[in-house]
């Protein structure tokens, strides 16, 4: 069908001979793919975090306890952990501008049936389908940057997308608690609104972002700067599927370890996350606009740390992501010790401490992924940072049921 046939990568074009042609398109193009991606991810967190935002709510109207709640959330990590080496894999042969764009619109449509469903099995069903539509997400954000970018800047421009999901992460509670609040509409029709908004977004990102630089008559990054050469591949160049899962990723020493450590950090970020709604207003005592004000507190510190560990690794390390992950999982101790010991009654103190976690855990969610991409050949980077995430979604199930 069309549609199928539009996954496919996009073909070569004849290549740009003009060196400053080449210079003038490239600088065009990276900041039209760079902020579609920025956007277009941020409406998945969206669709993610949506149900994250109204839990209590949901909990309250359909009597559901709180393992069932953590339930459903494991139930997105686990299909979208599943979902993700598969959608890396699937963006890696893809093109990301319909990758990307189908997957974002179909998560909208999960939103909408969600919001429309009281049992359990239902929600758990849309919730679960949600998960996996949204790992067509990443994948393709991270085939653009990898193309789009070369290392010795990729570490900054990766951490700057990143960034996304903290902008999305500390919009979307309190966009959802001010609908289902303050307006009034309740938490189902207050769904509709990431939903509407991720499939307007799909099609923003069809209309804006491109495939890789050949596509459009550029180039390799690696090569850009180099004298321009008439002769070009007539086709997009791709590894076979066994190349990219059996020696890219799985027999990789190197992913195995960036994959297992992304396990113990999402463990850490979902137990935050997630639970902060119910944390601080049954255990500290703050009110729920406080919880959802802590929760954008925790996205927003994850902003400026996701920042500092892409451009510190770059600046500092070279490239070598190693020593950044490490410094910040010492942070990432002190900041949970703090909010461990904080009193009952100090909101503030709370909030400074889940962003300070925020901070130090956004660190690692950026730069592992971009580690274990690194260590393949370019063409299986979205496969590498799937596998990786996998492995990390496996954590978030794990702190989202059992925390609950």
Known sequence: SKWLKSLQPAPYIKPILDPNEVKTQYRYWRIRIMYSLFLGYTIFYFTRKSFTAVAPFIAEDLTLTKGQIGLLGSILYITYGISKFLSGVMADRSNPRYFMAYGLMLTGV???????????????????????????????????????FNRQERGLWYSIASTSH?????????????????????????????????????????????????????????????????????????????????????????????????????????????????????????????????VSGFEIGGLFGMVVAGWGSDYFFKGNRIPTVVLSALGMIIAVFGLWNTPYGHAGLDIFFISLIGFFVYGPQVIVGLAAAEFVDKRAASAANGFSGTLGYFGAASGCYLVG
């Open 166 to 294: 903290n902008v999305g992460g500390a919009l979307i509670p309190v966009i959802m608690v001010y609908c289902a609040l303050e307006l009034g509409w309740g938490w189902r029709y207050a769904m509709l609104v990431p939903a509407f908004t991720s499939i307007v977004m799909g099609f923003v990102l069809i209309n804006r972002m491109r495939d890789v630089p050949k596509s459009l008559g550029l180039p390799e990054i690696e090569n850009r700067n180099q004298e321009p050469c008439a002769a070009n591949e007539a086709k997009h160049s791709r590894l076979p599927a066994k190349e990219i899962i059996l020696n890219q990723v799985l027999n990789n020493k190197f992913v195995w370890i960036f994959a297992l450590s992304y396990f113990f950090v999402y463990v850490v970020r979902t137990a935050v996350n997630d639970w902060t709604m119910f944390y601080l207003p049954e255990v500290k005592g703050a009110s729920e606009q406080m919880a959802a004000i802590a």
């Open 110 to 148: 999960l939103n909408i049936f969600f919001g429309m469903s009281s049992s359990l099995w239902l929600l758990a069903i849309f919730w679960g389908l949600n998960g996996w539509f949204q790992a067509w997400g990443w994948p393709s954000c991270c085939k653009s940057l990898t193309y789009w």
